[in-house]
């Protein structure tokens, strides 16, 4: 065992910051976790400050390292909500406003603008995503454009900006370090996807001055160090959430897939040391890096995952508890023939339709609240098959196949939705007994970084992992994805 037996995980994510302590093991000492304020100033428009930010995932820190020697933490390995971003005042440490989270939209006419002058192409080709307001260049440009005397300021070097992994660092290490790891930054649109590096014409595109951003790291690297959980201990390890829990779930082979089933799904598929171009409507991202050489994903993600449960728990009052939802639809052989269609804020991908709303198709006098919250699960696992689909189209080309799904999020608890998923997938479902594995891949990373567990994370281990065969064959659930793609069909 190692002299310092302990690595700290710190997950910002979108709702809440969340403190995991793990030992030298990789097994799963502590959590802490703190919520903190949405703020949704006009529709469509969503907002975090950023001291609430740092505050709550400070506090979860110190939480997760009470009665706990400085000195017998190994690394701290930091991961975030990405594309979320924040501008602060190098001087003071200050942020100058709210940060703008991944799901504001308010920069939708600045995308279109870009799209109607045909910039499309060119930054997919470089970038990997698509134009977007999800992405953070629009937002930065939104701020510089409204405020000239912030422009003037960035462009004199007074002003930082950075993803939230960025304004962590910098306030971990008092104002030492501005910098990133090459997962997030490949979230940006500023980033060229191939060289890694800020790139000269993207800045130029968006207008935002490289006197603004931070040096961008490998996903291992030396972060510098903290001194505010009542010691020194070394920051070595930094990625984006959806990238960090492909890492911890141990896929780092081409191939190896992961998929989050939480408000939304994030399905990630590692595809090694090539950036696969989409033709199919994902992105092309990069995933965890431990040395020197790129590491690449293809990312696929879907709006309406577990919340879809939320809204049949809230909404119609269907079930009074998520995990009511599982007993209620297995009461029922199949949805008798209806069909949910989530496009509550529209489809995703592969779909990309922002005008399509949801639909709920195949009602007869025999329906009943069993065969809707069936229908709700096979559209969870339906939507998560499409986006399977059209990343098995990308990757084909390359050679690669997938020979089973890792999963973890709140909805994969749901035994149900992950059999049907992998009916529908035709690959074995790996369910594992220790679900953090966004913290997990941080720690890991970091862990890496100091020297400690070297090599990959193991998937399973524990004797409550858990594997969903699939039972039915492509016949069987021939009607199934004919209705649905019928009913896709009807919103489109
Ligand atoms: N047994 C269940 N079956 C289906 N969905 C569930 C179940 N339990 C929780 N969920 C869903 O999981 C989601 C929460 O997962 P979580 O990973 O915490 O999400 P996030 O990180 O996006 O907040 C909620 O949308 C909830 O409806
Ligand atoms: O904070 P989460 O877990 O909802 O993740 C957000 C994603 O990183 C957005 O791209």
């Given at each position: 065992m190692s002299a310092k037996p302990y690595v700290l995980a710190l997950d910002q994510g979108t709702t809440s910051s969340r403190a995991l302590l793990f030992d030298a093991q990789g097994r799963l000492c502590r959590v802490a976790q703190r919520a903190f304020a949405q703020h949704f100033p006009q529709p469509g428009w969503v907002e975090h400050e950023a001291e609430d930010i740092w505050a709550t995932q400070l506090a979860t820190a110190r939480e997760a390292m009470e009665g706990i020697d400085p000195a017998e933490v190994a690394a701290i390995g930091l991961t975030n909500q990405r594309e979320t971003v924040v501008l602060w005042e190098r001087a003071s440490g200050r942020a100058l406003t709210r940060a703008?989270?991944?799901?504001?939209?308010?920069?939708?006419?600045?995308?279109?603008?870009?799209?109607?002058?045909?910039?499309?192409?060119?930054?997919?080709?470089?970038?990997?995503?698509?134009?977007?307001?999800?992405?953070?260049?629009?937002?930065?440009?939104?701020?510089?454009?409204?405020?000239?005397?912030?422009?003037?300021?960035?462009?004199?070097?007074?002003?930082?900006?950075?993803?939230?992994?960025?304004?962590?660092?910098?306030?971990?290490?008092?104002?030492?370090?501005?910098?990133?790891d090459s997962t997030n930054a490949s979230r940006t649109l500023l980033m060229n996807l191939h060289t890694g590096a800020w790139d000269?014409?993207?800045?130029?595109?968006?207008?935002?001055?490289?006197?603004?951003?931070?040096?961008?790291?490998?996903?291992?690297?030396?972060?510098?160090?903290?001194?505010?959980?009542?010691?020194?201990?070394?920051?070595?390890?930094?990625?984006?959430?959806?990238?960090?829990?492909?890492?911890?779930?141990?896929?780092?082979?081409?191939?190896?897939?992961k998929n989050t089933y939480g408000t939304g799904c994030f399905l990630l598929m590692h595809t090694g040391s090539q950036a696969l171009a989409s033709q199919h409507g994902l992105l092309s991202t990069r995933a965890a890096q431990v040395d020197a050489q790129a590491q690449y994903a293809l990312e696929g993600s879907v709006f309406m995952g577990g919340a879809i449960v939320q809204w049949l728990r809230d909404g119609l009052g269907l079930v009074r508890h998520s995990d009511e939802i599982e007993p209620l639809a297995r009461s029922v052989p199949d949805s008798g023939g209806v069909v949910l269609v989530p496009a509550f804020t529209g489809l995703g991908a592969p779909h990309w339709r922002p005008e399509a709303r949801g639909a709920l198709l195949g009602l007869t006098r025999g329906s009943t609240r069993a065969h809707i919250a069936r229908a709700a699960l096979e559209a969870i696992a339906l939507q998560c098959a499409d986006l399977l689909d059209a990343m098995l189209r990308d990757a084909a080309p390359a050679g690669l196949a997938l020979q089973d799904l890792r999963v973890d999020g709140g909805a994969c608890a749901n035994g149900l939705l992950m059999q049907v998923q992998a009916d529908l997938l035709g690959v074995p479902v790996l369910r594992p007994a220790m679900r953090e594995r966004t913290a997990l891949g941080a720690a890991a990373l970091a862990a890496h970084g100091a020297g400690l567990w070297r090599g990959e994370v193991p998937w399973g281990g524990a004797e409550s992992d858990e594997r969903f065969r699939p039972q039915a064959s492509a016949s069987d659930l021939a009607p199934l994805r004919t209705a649905w793609a019928q009913a896709l069909q009807r919103v489109m």
């Open positions: 703008v989270v991944w799901q504001d939209r308010r920069t939708a006419a600045h995308c279109q603008a870009l799209r109607d002058a045909g910039h499309e192409p060119e930054l997919r080709a470089r970038t990997g995503l698509t134009l977007d307001p999800y992405f953070s260049a629009t937002k930065v440009a939104a701020w510089l454009r409204e405020r000239p005397d912030w422009r003037a300021r960035a462009e004199a070097g007074e002003l930082a900006v950075g993803t939230v992994d960025s304004w962590l660092l910098w306030r971990l290490t008092e104002g030492r370090v501005h910098a990133t000269e014409e993207l800045l130029r595109l968006f207008d935002v001055p490289a006197a603004l951003l931070p040096r961008i790291e490998p996903s291992c690297a030396d972060f510098g160090h903290t001194t505010l959980l009542g010691g020194r201990i070394a920051l070595r390890g930094v990625a984006g959430d959806q990238q960090a829990a492909l890492f911890g779930q141990g896929c780092n082979r081409p191939g190896q897939a």
